[in-house]
């Protein structure tokens, strides 16, 4: 069984499961499947908006299909979630990853 199809199943017994889905959206973007990789990522984060590590893979995706505005507003509300956790790790890679999209 392929890790997309295990995800899958896992998924079938706690389908809100965050890190589950954020595991299955990492294997979409092998994929090159964007598209569902950004519903799933959109979806944790509607859901869990403390899920930190979703918005930096989201706003690496935006960016990569060329949605910029997008993709900073993700790192906006991603930083602004890194620092109410006290994730200073997080708020490093996702401030980091800002600057460089944006200076």
Same mark, same amino acid.
């Given at each position: 069984? $392929? *890790?997309?199809? #295990?995800? #899958?199943?896992?998924?079938? /017994?706690? &389908?809100?499961?965050?890190?589950?889905? +954020?595991?299955?959206?990492?294997?979409?973007?092998?994929?090159?499947?964007?598209?569902? /990789?950004? #519903?799933?990522?959109?979806? =944790?984060?509607?859901?869990? &908006?403390?899920?930190?590590?979703?918005?930096? +893979?989201? /706003?690496?995706?935006?960016? *990569?299909?060329?949605? !910029?505005? /997008?993709? =900073?507003?993700?790192?906006?509300?991603?930083?602004?979630?890194?620092?109410?956790?006290?994730? $200073?790790?997080?708020?490093?890679?996702?401030?980091?990853?800002?600057?460089?999209? !944006?200076?």
């Amino acid at each position: 069984m $392929d *890790r997309i199809e #295990k995800i #899958k199943e896992l998924l079938a /017994a706690n &389908p809100t499961d965050s890190f589950l889905c +954020h595991a299955l959206a990492l294997e979409y973007i092998k994929l090159g499947n964007d598209t569902d /990789a950004k #519903k799933l990522f959109e979806s =944790i984060l509607e859901n869990e &908006p403390g899920y930190i590590g979703s918005y930096y +893979h989201l /706003a690496k995706l935006l960016e *990569r299909i060329g949605e !910029t505005e /997008a993709a =900073i507003k993700v790192y906006e509300k991603g930083m602004e979630e890194a620092k109410k956790a006290g994730d $200073d790790h997080s708020l490093s890679e996702l401030r980091s990853a800002f600057e460089e999209l !944006t200076f």
